[in-house]
C-alpha cells in the first residue's frame, strides 16, 4: 500500500533531478528550447486555472499580466541596468498588483457575470498594450534585450533560460497543488459552485478571488519575466494578442481546469502536437489540428482529460467488499434523541428598527424582535411578507438600509455576510443550494472548515462525518448532490449549517416539498438541534409543524411586525386570522 | 488641435466605419444576447465570405451583388449546420466560445490554404467613388453599407419586437422552459436564428470584400472592438449594436485625428470599461 502510494511521489522526483540536469547533457539547443517552452505554457495555463479554473471567474486578459511581466523585466534591465535575474520577482510583483487592482475594482461590481469578466479582462490587455505602445516604455519601435547580460547558471545561455523556466514551472505546479489542498482552494472550489452561499458559510469570498488573481498573474508576470529572455526582441503586437489568453484556456480546459495538474497535462500536450507540426514545417495544418483537436475534447471530455480519467478509475475500481457491507440503505432520522434545554432569559438575537428597500420596494418596514437563548422561534406570514428578506438581512446577505441587529452582544448590521457566519449565524435555503460539484462530505466539511476557528483536517472530517449521520445522510458522504432526491438535499442543508456549530440557526422553510412522514423525521431532527444547543430562528408556511415546535412566534405583514407571542394565542389573534384568511373570516 | 474640416471629416469617416463594426456586432449580439451563444468563428465566416466574393469576382467577374445573392444564403446553411452542433451537445456559453474559436482556427488555416497568406484586394469601379458634400467627402461604399446594416438592424428590431416569432425568441432568451412550456418551439427558432446570423456575417463579408484588403490573420482584427461594441450595445439588441458601432468608430476616428493612430484602441476600450463598471440599468 506504501509503495503504491509512494511510487508517484518517486517518478516526480526522478523527473525533476532528470528534467534538472538535462541541459548539462550536451543535447542540441533544439532540445532546451523545445522543453523550455513546455514549461512556459505549464506555467502559465497551471497560473490562469487558479483563478479561472478553481474560482470559475474565467479570464481572457492572461496576456496582459504575462506582458506586464515581459515589460517590466525588460524595463528595468534595458534602462536601469537591474540584473536580470532580480527583475523576476520584479515582474511577478508588478503584474501582481495589477491583478489585484483590476480584482479590487470588478470584485465589487454586484452583477458581474462570467462573460463580462472575460470581456473586461480581455479589454484591460488592449489598454494596457496600446499605452505601452504610446509610451517610451516601447515606444512602438519594439525592446531588445541582446545586449542584457545573462547569468551562467549552466554551461549555454539556452540552458539557462532552460533552467529558469524549469524552477518557476516546479514552483507554480507546487504552488497549484498547494492551493488545490488548502482551505484556500477549498474556498475557491466553493466560490466556482456558488458564490453566495460560500459567503454565508464564512467563505471571505472578496478576499479569497482577490488573492487567487495576485496568485495568477504573478505567476504569469514572472513567465513573462523570464521569456522576455528567450525571445529577446519585444513587441506591444506580439506579447498583447489573443494566441496568450486563448492557449492558456485551451490548454487548461482540455486537460482539466479544476484539478491542479490538469493544465499541465493539456499544455504539454497542445506544445508538443504543435511543435510536431512546426519542426515538419506544416504550422498551419498544427494550428488546425489543435483546434479540431480542442472541439472535440469540449464536446466529448467538457470537464477534462484529468477528471475523464479520475473518473474511468473510480468507475473501474470496484468498491470494496467489506464497505459495501456497511453500506445500509440512508434511512433519514436523526441518531440523537432531543433533549430539552431550559430557554435562557439572555437575548441572542436582537433586531431593532430594521428597514430594508429594494428600490422602490418597502420589504421591511421596522421590525422589532428579541430571540431568547435556546428557544425555537417560528417566524410567519403571508407571502411577500418579509420573512426570508429578514433571515436575509440578518445572515448578511442584504445590507440594512437602516437599524441594528445584534447577534449575541455583537452589532452584525455592517458586516459581510462571511464574518457574520463566523460570528455562529448559520442558515440553510429554501430552495437547497448545495455546491454542485462537491460531494457531501467536502459540502459539510466546507461549512465545518469556514463556519469555526482553524482545526486540522482530520478533525474536520470526523466532524462533518458526524453532522452527517446526525442528519441521517450516514452511506452518501461520496454522493454528489444530484445524486440526492430532494428531502436528503434538505438534510443536506442542515448538515451543514450544523457543521458550523451555530449559535443561532436560520431555517428559512425546511419542510416545504416535504410530505407527511418526511415532515415528522424533520421536526424530530429541528428538536434535536436545538437539543445540540443552538437556538433557531425558522420561517415556515407549515401551520402544524409552527404550532407544535415553536416557543413563541412572530408573525410579520407587510414587513411589519403584527404579533409575537405563544403559538396559540398569536394563531387566535383576529389580526392575524385576518391577514391569513381574510376580513370576514377575522370577526 | 486640427482643423474643423478635418475633424468633420474625421467624425464622418468614423461613423461610417463604425458601420462595419456594426453589421459585425449584430449577428454576434443576436447568437450571444438570444441564444446564449458566443461566436468567435463569426469574424471567420465573414472573412470566408469575403473571400467568395473575391474570388466570384475576380475569377468569374461576378458582380459584388450576384456574389451576395449566392454567399449570403450558403453562409445561413453553414450557420444551420453550426447550430446542429451546438443543439446536438448542449452546448453552453463558455463551451460556445471555445468551440467556436476552434472552428475560426480551422477556418482561418483552411483560407490561407486556398488564397495564401499574400493580402488581396478586390478592385471594383465603385471602391473609389464618392459625393462630395461641402467640405465633406463620403465614400459611396461605406454609405451604402451602413444604409444596408440601418436597414437590417432596424428590420431585426421590429421583428423582434412585433412578430410572433420574435416574441417568442425573446421570451425564451429569458427563461427557455417556461416558454416551452406555452408552446414555443425554442428549437426551430434557435436554427432560424443562428442563420441569420451566419447571413448577416455573409453581408458584412461581402462588404469586407468591396472596401477592405483580405488577409487571413485579419480575421481577429475586429474581435476585440466589434466585442466591445456588442456589449455597449447591449447584448441581443440590433438597433443597440448599429448604434454603438458608430459611436465606437466615431469616437475612435476623432481620437485619431487628435492624438495619434496608434492610441485607437484605448478608445473602444475604455469606453467598455467604463460602461461595464458603470453598469447602467439598460446593459
Known amino acids: 500500500m506504501n509503495a503504491a502510494r509512494d511510487l508517484p511521489k518517486l517518478v516526480a522526483g526522478l523527473a525533476i533531478v532528470a528534467l534538472a540536469v538535462l541541459p548539462t547533457a550536451g543535447l542540441p539547443a533544439f532540445y532546451d528550447s523545445f522543453v523550455y517552452l513546455v514549461f512556459f505554457w505549464v506555467s502559465l495555463s497551471t497560473s490562469w486555472a487558479l483563478l479561472s479554473g478553481f474560482a470559475g471567474y474565467f479570464s481572457l486578459g492572461h496576456a496582459a499580466f504575462f506582458g506586464v511581466g515581459m515589460y517590466t523585466t525588460a524595463t528595468l534591465t534595458t534602462k536601469f541596468g537591474v540584473p536580470f535575474l532580480l527583475t523576476i520577482p520584479a515582474a511577478a510583483a508588478v503584474a501582481a498588483l495589477l491583478g489585484v487592482g483590476i480584482g479590487a475594482v470588478v470584485f465589487r461590481l454586484r452583477r458581474l457575470r462570467g462573460e463580462l469578466f472575460a470581456l473586461l479582462t480581455l479589454a484591460v490587455t488592449f489598454v494596457i498594450g496600446t499605452i505601452i505602445l504610446n509610451t517610451p516604455i516601447d515606444g512602438g519601435g519594439g525592446v531588445f534585450m541582446s545586449a542584457v547580460p545573462l547569468p551562467h547558471l549552466m554551461p549555454t545561455p539556452t540552458g539557462t533560460i532552460y533552467i529558469l523556466g524549469f524552477a518557476l514551472c516546479v514552483l507554480t505546479l507546487v504552488t497549484a497543488w498547494w492551493v488545490a489542498h488548502s482551505r484556500l482552494g477549498m474556498g475557491l472550489f466553493a466560490i466556482h459552485d456558488d458564490e453566495d452561499v460560500a459567503e454565508a458559510k464564512g467563505v471571505p469570498t472578496f478576499r479569497y478571488k482577490l488573492l487567487a488573481f495576485a496568485l495568477s498573474a504573478g505567476i504569469a508576470g514572472a513567465v513573462g519575466g523570464i521569456h522576455a529572455m528567450y525571445v529577446g526582441f519585444l513587441t506591444v503586437a506580439g506579447t498583447f494578442e489573443l494566441t496568450v489568453p486563448l492557449y492558456v484556456v485551451l490548454m487548461s480546459v482540455l486537460g482539466g481546469s479544476r484539478h491542479w495538474l490538469g493544465p499541465a497535462v493539456g499544455a504539454t500536450a497542445i506544445t508538443t502536437l504543435l511543435y510536431a507540426f512546426i519542426s515538419g514545417g506544416e504550422a498551419m495544418i498544427g494550428r488546425a489540428v489543435v483546434g479540431l483537436i480542442l472541439i472535440i475534447a469540449i464536446l466529448w471530455l467538457p470537464d477534462g ?84 428578506t429578514l433571515i436575509n438581512v440578518i445572515a448578511g446577505h442584504y445590507p440594512l438600509s437602516s437599524g441594528t441587529v445584534t447577534v449575541d452582544g455583537i452589532s452584525t448590521g455592517g458586516l459581510a455576510a462571511h464574518e457574520i457566519a463566523r460570528r455562529g449565524v448559520a442558515r440553510t435555503y429554501q430552495i437547497p443550494r448545495p455546491f454542485v460539484t462537491m460531494s457531501v462530505l467536502d459540502n459539510v466539511a466546507l461549512a465545518a472548515t469556514f463556519g469555526r476557528p482553524v482545526r486540522a483536517q482530520r478533525e474536520i472530517r470526523d466532524e462533518a462525518r458526524h453532522w452527517i449521520g446526525f442528519t441521517g445522510l450516514a452511506g452518501k458522504e461520496a454522493a454528489l448532490p444530484a445524486e440526492l432526491n430532494l428531502h436528503e438535499r434538505k438534510f443536506l442543508e442542515l448538515a451543514r449549517a450544523l457543521a458550523a456549530k451555530p449559535k443561532l440557526l436560520l431555517l428559512d422553510e425546511v419542510l416545504s416539498g416535504l410530505n407527511p412522514a418526511e415532515i415528522d423525521s424533520a421536526i424530530r431532527l429541528v428538536r434535536a438541534i436545538r437539543g445540540q444547543g443552538a437556538t433557531i430562528v425558522f420561517v415556515e408556511h407549515l401551520m402544524r409543524a409552527v404550532v407544535e415546535l415553536s416557543d413563541r412566534i412572530a408573525v410579520l405583514n407587510e414587513g411589519k411586525l403584527l404579533a409575537l407571542g405563544a403559538p396559540r394565542e398569536v394563531m387566535r389573534d383576529p389580526r392575524v386570522v385576518s391577514v391569513y384568511l381574510g376580513k370576514a373570516y377575522a370577526a | 488641435m486640427p482643423s474643423a474640416t478635418l475633424l468633420g471629416q474625421a467624425l464622418i469617416s468614423g461613423v461610417l466605419a463604425g458601420g462595419m463594426y456594426g453589421l459585425l456586432a449584430l449577428g454576434l449580439s443576436l447568437s450571444w444576447g438570444l441564444l446564449r451563444l458566443v461566436n468567435l468563428s463569426h469574424f471567420a465566416l465573414a472573412f470566408l465570405a469575403a473571400y467568395l466574393t473575391y474570388e466570384l469576382g475576380t475569377t468569374y467577374h461576378v458582380a459584388p451583388w450576384w456574389s451576395a445573392a449566392m454567399v449570403v444564403p450558403a453562409m445561413f446553411l453553414v450557420g444551420l449546420a453550426q447550430h446542429w452542433l451546438f443543439d446536438k451537445f448542449k452546448v453552453n456559453e463558455l463551451a460556445s466560445l471555445l468551440i467556436t474559436f476552434s472552428f475560426a482556427v480551422i477556418l482561418e488555416v483552411a483560407i490561407q490554404l486556398y488564397w495564401t497568406a499574400d493580402y488581396r484586394r478586390f478592385e471594383t469601379p465603385y471602391s473609389t467613388l464618392s459625393i462630395k458634400a461641402g467640405p465633406f467627402y463620403i465614400p459611396v461604399l461605406e454609405l451604402i453599407l451602413c444604409l444596408v446594416a440601418g436597414v437590417l438592424a432596424w428590420g431585426t428590431w421590429q421583428w423582434l419586437r412585433k412578430t410572433y416569432v420574435g416574441k417568442a425568441l425573446r421570451a425564451s432568451a429569458e427563461d427557455a422552459d417556461i416558454a416551452a412550456a406555452y408552446g414555443v418551439d425554442y428549437k426551430r427558432l434557435a436554427y432560424l436564428l443562428s442563420g441569420m446570423c451566419a447571413a448577416y456575417a455573409g453581408v458584412a463579408g461581402t462588404f469586407i470584400a468591396l472596401i477592405a484588403t483580405l488577409a487571413p490573420a485579419q480575421i481577429w482584427t475586429w474581435l476585440g472592438v466589434v466585442f466591445a461594441v456588442v456589449i455597449i450595445g447591449r447584448l441581443g439588441n440590433p438597433l443597440g449594436a448599429l448604434a454603438a458601432g458608430m459611436l465606437v468608430g466615431a469616437s475612435e476616428s476623432i481620437a485619431m485625428a487628435i492624438l495619434s493612430p496608434a492610441w485607437a484602441p484605448v478608445v473602444s476600450f475604455s469606453m467598455l470599461i467604463m460602461i461595464l463598471l458603470w453598469d447602467p440599468e439598460w446593459l
Not at chain 1, 477528471?307 to 470496484?318: E, M, S, V
Not at chain 1, 428579541?370 to 411577500?384: S, Y
Open chain 1, 305 to 388: 482529460i484529468i477528471p475523464a480519467i479520475q473518473h474511468w478509475a473510480k468507475k473501474r475500481r470496484p468498491a470494496p467488499a467489506k464497505a459495501r457491507a456497511e453500506v445500509v440503505p440512508a434511512e433519514v432520522v436523526p441518531i440523537v434523541p432531543a433533549k430539552v434545554l431550559p430557554i435562557g432569559e439572555r437575548h441572542i438575537l436582537e433586531v431593532r428598527a430594521v428597514t430594508k428597500r429594494f428600490g422602490g420596494l418597502q420589504a421591511l418596514a421596522g421590525v422589532d424582535l428579541d430571540v431568547r437563548e435556546g428557544e425555537i422561534f417560528g417566524l410567519v406570514g403571508p407571502n411577500g411578507s418579509g420573512k426570508t
